[in-house]
């Protein structure tokens, strides 16, 4: 694993284990940035690319679980891999109820905690391309005319080309030029391929 394929962020407070944690992730290819404190992390421009944050649980002013809130309420979806050295289990299962992809108590065994940091890459990267086929699907849904629109949830729907003629009273020679560009403008190759790019951007289909 490359620098360019993950960023390890790591949160905190004592300069020792921030350089150390950060020279173990390059040490293995990783890129990694090191920040003293959560309104410094915040500070931070917006992350591109996979990426995971090694969190301290206790920090000055916004602690590693107020971070995390603020994280989710700005819509920041980025793994989370608690680190701390006063660890309860009250803590530990508000931070893992609240999305947290490890927790983890220190002294941190090195190896537990790159292959923890390997998981979450791995689930940011994931969850990185799904948004973009998402996103993509969207693109292509928007490229419909409104009566490509209407083609598409009767063909995904199960309608027969002569039943959506009739719906739409037009011609069935008509609805298979429309159900071309459509198949087109989706870029599928087969009905079972497009009612599954249908299903994925929960289209709401008319009944048979």
Not at 90 to 104: H, I
Not at 165 to 182: F, P
Not at 184 to 207: G, Q, T, Y
């Amino acid at each position: 694993m490359t620098g360019a394929e993950g960023t390890v962020f790591v949160v905190d407070d004592d300069p020792s284990v921030r350089g150390g944690l950060a020279r173990l992730f390059k040490s293995v290819g990783l890129a990694a940035e090191a920040f003293a404190s959560a309104r410094e992390f915040l500070g931070r421009a917006p992350i591109e690319g996979p990426a995971c944050l090694v969190l301290d649980v206790r920090l000055p002013e916004l602690s590693g679980l107020d971070l995390q809130e603020e994280l989710a309420r700005a819509g920041v979806a980025i793994p989370i891999i608690f680190i701390t050295g006063h660890g309860t289990v009250p803590t530990s299962v508000r931070a893992m109820k609240a999305g947290a992809a490890d927790f983890l108590e220190k002294p941190v065994d090195e190896q537990e905690l790159l292959d923890a940091v390997r998981r979450a890459l791995e689930q940011d990267r994931r969850a990185r391309q799904e948004q973009a086929e998402a996103a993509e699907r969207r693109r292509r849904l928007e490229s419909l005319t409104p009566r490509e629109r209407e083609v598409l949830s009767y063909v995904t729907a199960g309608w027969l080309n002569k039943q959506i003629a009739a719906e739409l009273g037009t011609s069935e020679k008509t609805v298979k030029v429309h159900r071309a560009r459509v198949m087109e403008k989706m870029k599928v190759v087969s009905l079972a391929d497009l009612v599954r790019a249908a299903e994925k951007l929960d289209l709401s289909l008319p009944e048979v």
